[in-house]
């Protein structure tokens, strides 16, 4: 890589919900399901940056549980089924709902850490 290859801006939502490098948007963020890889195979950034904490499980967890919690509720008030059928349906469907979307979140949220180059607060020297 040229010392001065210029990279043009990205938009995070087309890379990062990819899983792509949020600088050149080629090279994979991920090197397994949601373990970030330590750099970029095609412009060589390194991900030493990337830290979405628990963010995206945040998010997901708020949506779904208002999603799924309503979605219950309402089907016990209106159909009463037996518990077991509540078991059946909302099992599953909130184990797909959370994990589906994580690793795209996660790599939105990397890109948006990279367009605004954040970091942890740090004291500045004086």
Same mark, same amino acid.
């Given at each position: 890589?040229? /010392?001065? =290859?210029?990279? $043009? ?7 990062? +919900?990819?899983?792509? *490098?949020?600088? *050149?948007?080629q090279?994979?963020l991920?090197? &397994? ?9 095609? *412009? ?8 979405? @904490?628990? &963010? $995206? /499980?945040w998010f997901?967890m =708020?949506?779904? @549980?208002?999603?799924? @919690? =309503?979605? /219950? +509720?309402?089907?016990?008030?209106l159909?009463? $089924?037996?518990?077991?059928?509540? /078991?059946v349906?909302w099992l ?8 589906? $979307?994580l690793?795209?979140l996660? @790599?939105?949220m ?8 954040a ?8």
């Open positions: 890589m040229a /010392a001065n =290859t210029y990279y $043009p801006p990205l938009s995070p939502g087309e890379t990062g +919900m990819k899983g792509k *490098c949020p600088r *050149c948007g090279g994979k991920f090197s &397994g399901f949601l373990s970030v890889a330590e750099k970029c195979p095609i *412009c060589g950034l390194k991900f030493d940056f990337a830290d979405s @904490g628990e &963010g $995206p /499980a997901i =708020t949506g779904i @549980g208002f999603v799924i @919690g =309503t979605s /219950a +509720m309402l089907t016990e008030i159909v009463q $089924p037996p518990y077991w059928v509540h /078991a349906i599953p469907l909130t184990l797909i709902l959370a994990i589906a $979307p690793r795209p996660k @790599g939105l990397i890109a948006r850490q990279y367009q605004t180059d970091h942890e607060g740090r004291i500045a020297d004086e």
